[in-house]
């Protein structure tokens, strides 16, 4: 069979008649024509083989990943996806590959009603660039600056079961056949929280979604705001799974995990039962797990108050 050519696989797997868009995939630029009087809320996140994910990981959710991880961003902000576009570098233009990547891809976006406007395909260590666009109205972002003291912090879902994974797949830990498929489902099918964002618009004072380690984003709130946390370590949600696992582990997974995708906010106690609201609305969970203050410190206290030592890091791809 002849190679497949970077015009045909295009062709083939990423292009599709546009919806909401004014131009698409064809021409040198797409054009979107945002509505009346919205912002756009504009986010890229590349994906590296062996730096965000493994060579293990099937073409469907690699593609359902890439698209996650840029929709977690859109809905820390609360805003509406759009659309996106895709950079994409690949050894080989492997048919099955592509198609089992389309697939995961497009399930993900159809989901969001975000359509594929364009990108650029060529051959290299692979490697996936998603921009993503959406809208929102002006003054309605949610940013990392406005926590204030006194505000409640909340976390959506749980945390911690994608950083076991990895830890399974690194041969640290040892999960039965069914307890890893479900924290490896955790990791490899994150659901960005994209209902929440948006109904989180007029509750939340700052948003953030935890991508490299709940504390190290806790900590980009903080600095940016100008405020301390004092977090509660035993009240950050986990799985079963990850709550069968020894303390030390489950603080490590939850605190400092990464590759969680959700979302890390604050809101006033005035606005409790609204977050709820919020989250009920959305179908997932918002727990909060502690609260803001002027200290400018990070502080974690166990269950019984105690304070706990915070020697946690976060993920940053120059350090490690
Ligand atoms: P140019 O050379 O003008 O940059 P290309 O030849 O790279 O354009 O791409 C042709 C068309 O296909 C463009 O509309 C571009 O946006 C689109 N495209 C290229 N790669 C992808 C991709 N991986 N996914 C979606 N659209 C793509
Ligand atoms: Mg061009």
């Known amino acids: 069979m002849e190679a497949l050519g ?40 590349m994906l590296v083989e062996g730096r965000h994910f493994l060579s293990t990981v099937s073409p469907q959710r690699l593609g359902h990943k890439a698209l996650a991880v840029n929709l977690s961003d859109l809905s820390a902000c609360g805003a509406r996806p759009v659309a996106f576009s895709l950079a ?12 089992g990547f389309a697939q995961g891809l497009f399930a993900l976006a159809d989901e969001h009603g975000c359509e594929l406007v364009g990108g650029d395909t060529t051959q290299g260590p692979l490697n ?28 959506s879902g749980q945390v911690g079961d994608a950083r076991l ?4 797949f690194r041969g640290s830990v040892a ?25 989180l618009r007029s509750v939340a004072s700052s948003a953030i979604d935890v991508s490299d380690g ?26 079963a799974v990850l709550a069968s696992q020894p303390t030390a582990l ?40 502690g609260r803001i203050n ?3 410190l990070l502080t974690l206290v166990d269950a019984q108050g105690r304070a706990v030592p915070h020697t946690f890091g976060s993920f940053d791809h120059f350090k490690s």
């Not at 479900?182 to 929280?193: C, H, K, S, T, Y």
């Open 128 to 155: 996936i660039c998603i921009t993503v666009f959406g809208e929102l109205p002006p003054g309605q972002a949610l940013l990392r600056s406005g926590a204030r003291a006194g505000d409640d912090l909340y976390v």
């Open 88 to 99: 994409l570098a690949m050894p080989r233009a492997e048919e099955s590959f592509l198609e």
């Open 214 to 239: 709940l504390l190290g984003d806790l900590a980009h709130i903080l600095k940016r705001s100008g405020v301390g946390a004092a977090v509660e370590v035993d009240a950050v949600p986990r799985s």
């Open 6 to 45: 970077e015009f045909d696989l295009i062709g083939k797997y990423f292009t599709r008649p546009v919806r909401h868009a004014a131009l698409g995939i064809g021409d040198d630029c797409a054009l979107l024509q945002p509505a009346p009087g919205m912002q756009l809320a504009i986010s890229s996140d």
């Open 294 to 296: 002027d200290s400018r």
């Open 250 to 289: 489950q603080r490590e997974c939850t605190l400092a995990g990464g590759d969680d995708y959700e979302l890390l906010f604050t809101a006033p106690p005035a606005l409790a039962d609204a977050v709820q609201a919020a989250a009920r609305l959305s179908g997932v969970t918002a727990t909060r797990i």
């Open 165 to 168: 994974a990895l830890e399974c």
């Open 175 to 199: 999960l039965s056949g069914e307890a890893f498929e479900q924290v490896r489902v955790a990791m490899e099918l994150p659901q960005p929280r994209v209902a929440l964002g948006q109904a």
